[in-house]
């Protein structure tokens, strides 16, 4: 990545990664902040964003120093760590392309491998044009896509509450801060490759810090928004991509203008997925286009269940990653807050 990339530019690229299918599509909002209510997963919402910029500020502040996963961890959990970190994106690529197949065949009516295998030329070919490139791409792609939303959510907000039957929904953890952290943990994990490299041109710590809180600014504006509109029209909820189930409800048309948004969606979350697999495996153009062909292969797994499954999972996982640094700040904050005493 070149050093003339703006932190603008980054924050829009974070925010790219941040917006996957699973938000684009409304799934990941219902399970994990509107289960629980209005005001709570309002709250649940505001956390896991605040999390999530403190995570990814130190991420992008200590990225120069080398791999992070030890140095946060220790060599026991952060070999762990470090170790499941291709395996969970690999997995998550698989359901990415999986669930462009799904959204083709509803929407279009074509064979499932036929979306899978176009976003698998479209993330390749983006991986294979290199780091700066694709925060190029991302950057402009991240905010669009987080409008789209905001603004379903904010006309379904103006419209009001609507009648319709609650849905039955299988929250994410048992309690709403419980799922904030988890879905923060998770988001990061997923983050922790494509920060690494950004980060080893964030020079300044003001320069991360600023990238860090516009990216997740931006993207808790339109996840905080999205999940009020489907709040208020709790019909749509037990679709499997309720963001378009609440377009569709409001303007007739909006379902078919919402594919190229969720297709948008999973480009940008499968693209730096397959990306973070090839660094794990040398980053050569053979590891690219090896990882593409294994993730078509795999990605017959369901994507709605992988949301409630795999994604708590790796969350738990991200989760200890950011308890480790936020407890090394505690305790570096400890010692100079000590020092200061003493020199009283």
Not at 99 to 109: E, S
Not at 234 to 263: F, N, Q, R, Y
Request: charged share 10%; proline share 5%; with cysteine.
């Amino acid at each position: 990545m070149e050093q003339k990339t703006t932190a603008a530019g980054r924050a829009g690229a974070i925010v790219a990664c941040l917006i996957g299918a699973g938000f684009a599509s409304g799934q990941e909002v219902v399970q994990f902040f509107t289960a629980y209510g209005g005001a709570r997963g309002a709250a649940g919402a505001c956390l896991a964003c605040l999390v999530l910029a403190a995570a990814c500020t130190w991420m992008l502040q200590d990225a120069p120093e080398g791999p992070v996963f030890v140095r946060w961890c220790g060599r026991p959990a952060g070999t762990l760590l470090q170790g499941a970190a291709p395996v969970f994106l690999f997995g998550v690529y698989a359901v990415m392309l999986s669930g462009a197949g799904a959204l083709l065949h509803t929407a279009a009516g074509l064979l499932p491998w036929v979306g899978r295998t176009l976003m698998l030329a479209a993330t390749l070919a983006t991986v294979l044009a290199g780091l700066t490139r694709m925060t190029e791409v991302l950057g402009r792609l991240g905010p669009w896509i987080a409008v789209f939303v905001a603004v379903t959510g904010a006309a379904a907000l103006i419209r009001g509450p609507q009648p319709g039957a609650e849905v039955q929904i299988r929250p994410s953890a048992r309690s709403w801060w419980m799922a904030a952290l988890v879905y923060a943990g998770y988001n990061f994990y997923l983050l922790v490759p494509f920060l690494q490299a950004m980060g080893q041109t964030v020079t300044e710590r003001t320069s991360a810090r600023r990238t860090a809180w516009a990216a997740c600014g931006m993207f808790g504006a339109a996840l905080l928004v999205l999940h009020g509109g489907l709040t208020a029209n709790p019909a749509v909820t037990g679709s499997s991509a309720p963001a378009v189930a609440l377009a569709g409800d409001l303007w007739p048309w909006a379902a078919w203008a919402a594919l190229p948004v969720l297709l948008a969606g999973v480009y940008t979350t499968a693209a730096p997925l397959l990306f973070g697999v090839c660094q794990r495996l040398g980053g050569s153009r053979k590891a690219a286009a090896g990882t593409a062909l294994a993730g078509w292969l795999c990605s017959a797994l369901p994507f709605q269940t992988l949301v409630g499954g795999l994604f708590p999972v790796i969350g738990w996982f991200g989760l200890a990653m950011i308890a480790c640094r936020a407890a090394a700040a505690i305790g570096k904050w400890g010692k100079q807050t000590a020092g200061q005493r003493k020199r009283t």
